[in-house]
């Protein structure tokens, strides 16, 4: 009883006196906290175009598009059945495509209207549904509706020309099958879940209903299983629906995982439910932190909740540990307070190294990785107030350690029973221990052998970026764009605006009434200029080339076929015509939304729009390098041509260039993707000047091998225009025959190195090209994840590090400490290398985030291995100790985390999917590192690092003397048997 009286002396401690204060705050603050989770992940919105920073050239070439013309915000609807009709077999459209079209934007026509009312479709609309539709739909439009357009007054082009055009945009490859488009306003983009969402039905609350879009394909009569929709925005949602449907999927499967982790550690339902709290309440913290700061929730931080859910859990069961040991060793009197005492230390650093591992993924370009770190950083920190001020705080509460307490197997520690109730496994891990001592050379040469062979695999790594990768084999959008694709044509948006300024505008230097310009370009020549670059790319890139992109569209879609300019007077009088009629139709082609004047300079704006194969792995760095080449070229042609057409007139009498002799010099000894540059700018350039009946020869032989005196015979043309791989000596030998000789090589190096699209904003005054859609964003995207993978590697190795070296108390120490956490990185991402698998978004992230949490388990380690170097010295038994002690924590820990994590195998979002096999892949090599790599380190010449200063001091020794005294009292009082004197005198003779 004498432990009773001791204890009812003395005062209350921190958590007697608050624990009933913190544990009731907590259940307060708990529902705010979780209607604030529940707020932010509503908020989810996925854009791929805010993937990357506003800062960024592609994103503001993106806003710069949306401003000028119609937005590339469209959804593409056809189904089983949406076909035109035969006019020669007199069979009809399908009349649902019409119904359709009126019931999401109104015509405004009385035939239209008596025909809604007719098919009772109007009627049907709800008033809200009828504002809603005003809000969300912009304009629609349908193949037959374009198809009329064609061939209807004042183009009236043939069925046949005007089907044409159309297949692979508009029109199936049968020129049968057809689509309709809706573009959408601003304010759908942001309510995509109210415009395309499937519904959701609820048990406790009211079912959600499908999106407005949905509800009216419905409502023209069209099944739901014959429907297929795609564009943009379906992307969008669909990226918004999985990461919603992950974190329902993976809260269960992390929820489940975490109780069993939890139960399997501490074997008490109590405390599991206790710990289980935790979790959930640090994962609600880390999701209301994203709404109170004002932040959309995205698909990628869906992960967030369920990392901070297992990280919570792996820390609440380490402090049960700590209490544990605090109460089976002095007792339950200030248990809670001793246990936080020696865990706050070793949990803070785990905290800090963890949250640093993730804060290094917001170095990244890319804004949803960035997010990502930000906010599971955030939550970890969060973590850390919960289970140190809630947790301690419910087992003083709760009395539980009382359990522990009366057990007298726990009550033998401290008498010198330790070595004799030493448990199997512990004698097993000891076993391993000595056998990584005694052979440390050879373990740690194997090891660093296995990470040179496989960690030389990162040289062969690649990053990529595939929207329709994200998904499930099995997803509905897959399923619709396969369809699509099949059926109508390619769908991955790109699109290219070709900018005309003022002075290039022949109709402006009239006007203005200075000496002629020969860079002006009459209103059918810009147009030519767009035929002739759409040709370039259907050449390349079409059915004949590549297969990789579909017909494309543009104003000349919607203007009559050109006449050649070479044809003789009749073709001059006919072009003449043309040019004065499409000026009188501008207005025409630009309601087709292909046709724009961008109003702060007044320069013309011809929009090309392309669609890219979705299923053909298309490398989106090559092909945006390709497309320049083809791009580039026919610019620097034109802008060739105005100074060669310049300096024939200047030396022409009439200042006419017409029938004068022109010779192109062309030379490229290059690689094959500069010669097809050279060989485009070569066609063009002929081309382009033949237009002004010049005489054109083409030369093509090494200058460093022309004889002399055939440069002699040079001096007889007009001009001398030399391209290709020309030297400056080269072009001084031609210019000494021939004084009026051209240099026109090129100033940049088009099938070189990658290079970001020219937007013409160096100099408004040339004939330019903006490179926008989805597949600039992507291809940008693609070059930071990796740049983001090494970054954001770096960032967290070196931030870590000197938290290493202040745990290790040696700057060398902390470096030799982090090598084995280092190592498990370059496993895996080496072998993902070797096997050809490439980094996606989700793999991006796992390093630094691994990285953060296989330090935890080092920092523990180093502070028990400290512990025993002070009482032994023996630094070969300290690490036998410490591996006997820390083995099986380290065990629980890497499956905690491991197992916790790979919760993410189980998701249909590729990316989470990606993020959960490696994360246990990596903590799993990191684990393995932990209990091989660093015992041998340590046993090494290198553990000579960590020695620390062996001799307790006096006030160690003091208290150590009266732990002893305590424990033997307070065994003595619990079992109240009739050795009591013996423990007073084992007490005495302790002091």
Not at 745 to 751: E, I, L, M
């Amino acid at each position: 009883m004498k432990l009773k009286q001791t204890q009812a002396k003395l005062p209350q401690t921190f958590y007697q006196r608050w624990s009933l204060a913190i544990v009731v705050a907590t259940l307060v603050f708990l529902p705010w906290v979780m209607y604030s989770a529940g707020k932010a992940v509503q908020s989810n919105v996925n854009r791929v175009e805010d993937w990357l920073p506003k800062s960024f050239e592609e994103t503001q070439n993106l806003a710069w598009f949306r401003q000028h013309f119609a937005s590339d915000q469209f959804v593409i609807v056809s189904w089983e059945g949406c076909r035109l009709g035969d006019l020669d077999a007199a069979t009809p459209d399908d009349p649902r495509l019409e119904i359709l079209a009126e019931l999401l934007v109104p015509s405004d026509s009385q035939n239209m209207a008596g025909e809604r009312r007719a098919t009772g479709g109007e009627a049907e609309l709800s008033a809200a549904d009828q504002e809603a539709r005003k809000r969300y739909f912009k304009s629609v439009v349908t193949g037959r509706r374009i198809l009329d357009r064609l061939t209807n007054p004042p183009l009236n082009l043939s069925v046949q020309v005007a089907n044409h055009r159309l297949q692979g945009s508009m029109i199936g490859p049968d020129g049968s099958q057809t689509c309709l488009i809706v573009t959408l306003h601003d304010a759908a983009v942001a309510e995509l879940k109210q415009v395309l969402g499937t519904g959701q039905k609820r048990i406790f609350r009211e079912n959600v209903p499908p999106g407005l879009l949905r509800r009216l394909i419905a409502q023209a009569g069209i099944a739901k299983v014959d429907v297929h929709l795609g564009g943009p925005p379906v992307d969008n949602h669909a990226i918004d629906e999985e990461g919603e449907r992950t974190l329902i999927r993976l809260a269960g499967l992390s929820g489940l995982l975490g109780l069993g982790l939890a139960w399997w550690s501490l074997r008490s339902i109590p405390l599991t439910l206790i710990v289980f709290f935790c979790g959930v309440m640090s994962t609600a913290t880390s999701l209301a932190i994203v709404g109170w700061t004002g932040q959309n929730f995205d698909a990628i931080l869906m992960s967030m909740p369920s990392l901070v859910y297992v990280l919570a859990i792996s820390g609440a069961v380490h402090l049960v540990n700590y209490y544990r040991e605090a109460v089976q060793t002095q007792g339950l009197y200030a248990a809670a307070e001793r246990a936080v005492q020696h865990a706050w230390k070793p949990a803070l650093l785990c905290s800090v190294t963890t949250a640093v591992g993730l804060l290094s993924l917001s170095v990244s370009e890319l804004v949803p990785i960035r997010k990502f770190g930000i906010y599971s950083a955030a939550g970890v920190m969060s973590l850390v107030l919960i289970v140190y001020f809630f947790l301690p705080a419910a087992l003083q509460l709760s009395r539980i350690g009382r359990y522990w307490l009366l057990r007298p197997e726990h009550l033998a520690l401290g008498t010198g029973a330790e070595n004799k109730t030493a448990s199997y496994s512990e004698r097993i891990w000891e076993v391993v221990a000595r056998f990584i001592v005694g052979h440390y050379r050879s373990v740690a040469a194997l090891g660093i052998l296995v990470t040179l062979g496989v960690g030389f695999g990162l040289r062969y790594t690649d990053s990529n970026i595939d929207l329709l990768k994200l998904f499930d084999s099995r997803a509905k959008i897959l399923q619709d764009y396969r369809w699509l694709e099949a059926n109508l044509g390619k769908l991955v948006p790109l699109e290219i605006v070709v900018r005309f300024p003022t002075n290039l505008q022949l109709e402006n230097e009239q006007q203005a009434g200075d000496e002629y310009d020969w860079s002006a370009l009459s209103f059918v020549q810009r147009l030519e200029t767009v035929t002739r670059l759409q040709h370039l790319i259907e050449q390349k890139f079409g059915p004949g080339g590549q297969d990789l992109v579909g017909p494309s569209l543009s104003a000349a879609s919607f203007a009559p076929s050109l006449p050649a300019a070479n044809t003789g007077n009749f073709g001059f009088i006919q072009r003449k015509a043309l040019n004065a009629r499409l000026r009188r139709s501008r207005g025409e082609l630009a309601e087709a939304g292909f046709l724009k004047i961008d109003a702060q300079d007044g320069s013309e704006l011809w929009r090309i729009s392309l669609r890219v194969a979705a299923f053909r792995d298309v490398d989106y760095g090559q092909f945006v390098r390709e497309l320049q080449g083809i791009t580039q070229p026919l610019l620097e042609a034109y802008h060739m041509r105005a100074e060669v057409l310049s300096e024939l007139a200047r030396l022409a009498p009439d200042n006419s260039p017409v029938g004068k002799q022109v010779m192109l010099w062309s030379h490229c000894g290059g690689e094959y993707s500069q010669q097809q540059t050279h060989e485009t700018f070569q066609m063009l350039l002929i081309s382009l000047l033949e237009e002004y009946r010049c005489e054109v020869q083409l030369l093509t032989e090494d200058p460093r091998t022309k004889p002399l005196n055939d440069l002699e015979l040079l001096s007889k043309l007009d001009a001398v225009v030399l391209f290709g791989d020309f030297t400056n000596a080269d072009v001084g030998l031609v210019r000494a025959g021939v004084p009026d000789t051209i240099d026109a090589r090129f100033n940049v190096d088009f099938g070189g190195s990658p290079k970001r699209p020219d937007t013409g904003a160096k100099d408004l005054g040339d004939l330019s090209a903006i490179y926008t859609g989805v597949v600039p964003i992507v291809y940008q995207a693609q070059r930071a994840l990796l740049n983001s993978l090494v970054e954001s590697t770096w960032w967290s190795f070196l931030t870590i590090t000197p938290i290493m070296m202040l745990v290790s108390r040696s700057f060398l120490a902390g470096a030799v400490a982090m090598l084995p956490n280092a190592v498990p990185v370059l496993w895996i991402f080496g072998g993902m290398g070797w096997l050809g698998i490439e980094i996606d978004i989700g793999s991006m992230m796992t390093a630094s985030i691994a990285l953060g949490v296989a330090v935890d388990d080092t920092i523990h380690f180093l502070a028990r291995y400290r512990e025993e170097l002070t009482h032994s010295s023996n630094r070969q038994e300290a690490i036998v100790s410490t591996y006997r002690h820390c083995a099986v924590p380290t065990l629980q820990a890497t499956l905690i985390s491991g197992l916790g994590l790979s919760v993410f195998a189980f998701s249909t979002f590729t990316p989470t999917q990606r993020f959960g096999w490696l994360m246990l892949c990596i903590l799993v090599a990191g684990g393995i590192a932990e209990l091989v790599l660093l015992p041998a380190l340590l046993a090494s010449p290198l553990g000579r690092l960590f020695s620390v200063h062996r001799h307790p001091s006096k006030t160690s020794l003091l208290l150590d003397r009266l732990y002893r005294k305590w424990r033997c009292d307070a065994a003595m009082d619990a079992l109240q048997g009739p050795s009591q004197p013996h423990c007073e005198n084992a007490s005495q003779r302790t002091l």
